[in-house]
């Protein structure tokens, strides 16, 4: 048999309250901040991951930004490009209507109209999002049009300043995306030109200028015959820019769910690492509580029993 | 003829001393109770010599022959060899705490409710990365530039002072085992000047001289704490120690003592020396391993982490920042200054001009967002140099190895707990005091006190009455 000391006796309580009530530390801790892993040491392994799977979230939200940002440029260019249609139309309904005109006077008022259509049409395309020219590529710090007029207001050219390339930027990891056309594009490659592409022959300023100057001249075959086809022809370059810029819209909105679901998903992970499990916790804790308690009272004994003994001797 | 009434009343006398010893063995055990470094004392008791009488050998009573200590030494060496093993854990479970507080890698919040619920290099890190990609959304923004100069200080800084920190543990571990060496030469000399009054005491009073032997018990444990030593006992009961195979208690003299040397670069390392030889140590337990492997070990290994990833964004960034052009078309500007954590920064000319970052791929075009879409994309990048991981794979690697060197530690000092505790419970069924006991025997003295007492009665009245009748 084991001898038993006075001190083994409480130095063994002692031991045994102290190991309860670190446990039970932990367990409160646990119980009070949700959380089963706050510092490295609690769990290295799943601290790793959870570090993981917040960097990867973060970044994904980041990417949620960049698809917000580039809807935002989509819809500014698709409502642009909407004017552009809108003033097409009412170019080629000029053209339509000049036809079985004769009087120059009204034919000349035609021709102030077109050249009104060229400064609206020139205005559209200046559009800016955020400060930044949308349609001058990456040269969007200036405006991509600048019309020249002559001294009776006739529009004489109007001048791209812009380049054929287009900033992009990542929507996810290791995807680039860039959802706007450029002004003009004669290199017949690389990004949509809006208004001038050499690919589908657009080049809707030079074909509104033509225009304003048969008008002027009264050249009312030439209006009624290539001006209007060609303007025809910008009038479909225009609406392939709009199907595009559609087809962006929506593949956004699917890249945002994309993102929206990963976000979640990633965030069921981390939670499923780093959040405790309250109904376990509380459950131990109550037990660690009763342990407690039980150690406590048997402390009390132990002084008890040490007193009878003296009594008894008394 | 027997014995007569005379040496009746000696032994009596010798009966009553005996009992009186024990009573006072007794009292001190009691007095003790609570005296942690005190092993219970037994009185030994014997008969005293029988004398040859015409009756045959008779009797003369009973003496106290000495004061026991009971020890048990195997388990005081065991007891001194765990605390060596529990103190090294113990200094390495504190030292990695102050490191993973200096990291400062918590999560604080349960992430299901908010996406960055980690502070720290972690999220920083992100921060900077996102901020690029705002800022190649917007390269030619002014405010997004000044955006990213504020993420991209608040990285380097949250580098700079980690790495600060941890250069401050390492010299406050450097400081502790000085501590410690001071402490063990006082105590080797203490244990040789304990050597010198038990051996004297043992041959002045021919006894142990047990409350000697306690002390020097305490301060062998007290010296394992510190650091691991082996002992051999000479025939006088003196103890030789020596540490790492060098002596350094020879009976009562020191024969070498302990210094802390620098190896290079800091490094304090302990050594052993008589003023003619010196002797590097390598230490196995104790504060001083602990500190120096600590130091040398998990410290020093998240202080390398943390600089190879320092140094391998600095290189990163620089690289793909130098291909680019500024607002007004400049280049070759780099984007962070300084070679690992503790000197990362960023390009001062930048901080005072943002319009210099570099974003664009091409001269002259503000808009161009090449560059900086290169720089975001830096972030998903698997590097060589860290394993083949991203910046922030890497880094959360780092922090695990921490959190699992500490994990470790821990679990080591609980088990070890657990051993200290076994092991003295042990000691103290041994060696410890029981109340119930020590009154037990306290009640047996008196018993026997009071006995020899009337017995010693009797004999007198005996005498009284052989006086009486001789006057008579």
């Excluded at chain 1, 139309?89 to 035609?110: F, R, V, W």
């Excluded at chain 1, 002559?150 to 050219?157: L, P, R």
């Excluded at chain 1, 990633?266 to 309250?278: G, K, W």
């Amino acid at each position: 048999m084991m001898r038993v000391t006075t001190n083994s006796i409480s130095d063994t309580l002692i031991y045994q309250i102290d190991r309860v009530s670190a446990n039970e530390q932990k367990l409160e801790n646990e119980a009070t901040t949700g959380l089963a892993v706050q510092n490295p040491s609690d769990n290295p392994g799943a601290m790793r991951s959870i570090l993981d799977l917040e960097a990867e979230s973060s970044a994904v939200t980041q990417y949620q930004a960049n698809i917000t940002q580039l809807q935002q440029q989509a819809t500014t260019a698709s409502s642009a490009m909407q004017s552009l249609q809108s003033i097409i139309s009412q170019a080629s309904t000029i053209a339509t209507e000049a036809d079985g005109t004769t009087n120059q006077s009204d034919l000349n008022n035609y021709a102030t109209q077109v050249s009104q259509l060229i400064q609206e049409a020139a205005q559209a395309m200046n559009t800016q999002f955020e400060g930044n020219y949308l349609f001058s590529g990456t040269l969007n710090s200036t405006p991509p049009y600048v019309v020249n007029q002559n001294s009776s207001g006739q529009v004489t050219s109007v001048a791209y300043q812009g380049n054929t390339s287009v900033p992009s930027i990542e929507v996810a990891a290791g995807t680039t995306l860039s959802v706007l056309p450029v002004g003009a594009n004669t290199t017949g490659s690389g990004p949509g030109g809006l208004v001038t592409d050499s690919r589908t022959g657009a080049d809707l300023f030079n074909h509104l200028i033509s225009l304003q100057n048969d008008l002027l001249a009264g050249n009312a075959s030439t209006i009624n015959g290539a001006d209007l086809s060609n303007l025809q022809n910008d009038s479909d370059n225009v609406t392939q820019q709009i199907a595009t810029n559609g087809a962006l819209q929506q593949r956004m909105t699917a890249e945002a769910n994309i993102a929206q679901t990963q976000v979640a998903s990633l965030s069921q992970l981390t939670s499923s690492q780093a959040d405790s499990d309250l109904a376990s916790v509380m459950t131990q804790l109550t037990q660690t509580q009763t342990a407690y308690q039980a150690a406590v009272q048997a402390t009390v004994g132990f002084q008890d029993l040490q007193m009878s003994i003296l009594n008894f001797l008394d | 003829m027997s014995l007569g009434l005379f040496q009746a009343l000696t032994i009596s006398a010798r009966a009553m001393d005996t009992q009186q010893a024990g009573i006072a063995v007794t009292g001190n055990n009691l007095a003790n109770v609570n005296n942690p470094n005190y092993s219970r004392q037994v009185l030994d008791i014997s008969t005293s010599i029988s004398v040859p009488t015409d009756i045959g050998m008779e009797g003369t009573g009973v003496q106290a022959t000495g004061v026991q200590q009971i020890v048990s030494q195997a388990l005081n060496s065991q007891i001194q060899s765990e605390n060596s093993t529990a103190s090294y854990w113990q200094t390495q479970q504190q030292a990695l705490e102050f490191a993973q507080s200096d990291l400062g890698q918590q999560i604080t919040s349960a992430s299901s409710s908010s996406s960055d619920s980690s502070q720290g290099i972690a999220s920083s890190l992100s921060d900077f990365f996102n901020e690029l990609q705002n800022f190649s959304a917007d390269p030619s923004s002014l405010s997004e530039r000044q955006v990213l100069i504020g993420k991209a200080s608040t990285l380097a800084s949250q580098f700079n002072q980690v790495s600060q920190q941890l250069g401050a543990l390492t010299s406050q571990l450097n400081d502790q085992l000085q501590t410690d060496v001071t402490n063990a030469n006082q105590l080797l000399s203490d244990i040789a000047g304990l050597n010198q009054q038990i051996s004297t005491e043992q041959i002045d009073t021919n006894s142990a001289p047990n409350d000697l032997m306690d002390m020097r018990e305490q301060k062998l444990e007290d010296l394992a704490n510190l650091v691991n030593f082996s002992v051999s006992s000479e025939a006088n009961g003196s103890l030789d120690i020596s540490i790492g195979g060098v002596q350094m208690v020879s009976g009562f003299n020191v024969t070498n003592t302990l210094s802390t040397y620098d190896a290079g670069g800091g490094q304090m390392l302990v050594e052993a020396g008589n003023g003619q030889t010196v002797t590097p140590l390598t230490l196995t337990g104790g504060s001083m391993a602990g500190e120096i492997d600590a130091r040398d070990g998990s410290v020093a290994t998240l202080n390398n982490n943390l600089n190879t990833l320092a140094s391998q964004l600095i290189t990163a960034v620089n690289t793909v920042h130098e291909t680019g052009y500024g607002l007004n078309g400049t280049s070759k500007a780099l984007f962070f200054t300084g070679s690992d954590a503790s000197d990362i920064a960023v390009n001062t000319a930048l901080v005072n001009d943002p319009s210099l970052i570099q974003a664009s791929g091409t001269k002259g075009v503000t808009g161009d967002n090449t560059v900086a879409l290169e720089m975001a994309q830096l972030a998903n990048q698997l590097n060589p140099n860290l394993d083949n991981q991203t910046f922030g794979q890497s880094y959360d690697n780092t922090v695990a190895t921490l959190g699992q060197s500490l994990s470790s530690a821990s679990n080591e000092v609980s088990d070890q707990d657990t051993v200290q505790q076994m092991l003295s419970q042990q000691r103290s069924s041994i060696s410890g005091v029981s109340l119930v006991e020590e009154m037990g025997n306290l009640s047996a003295y008196q018993t026997a006190y009071e006995a020899s007492a009337h017995f010693m009665n009797a004999i007198d009245q005996m005498l009284q009455i052989l006086v009486s009748l001789q006057s008579s």
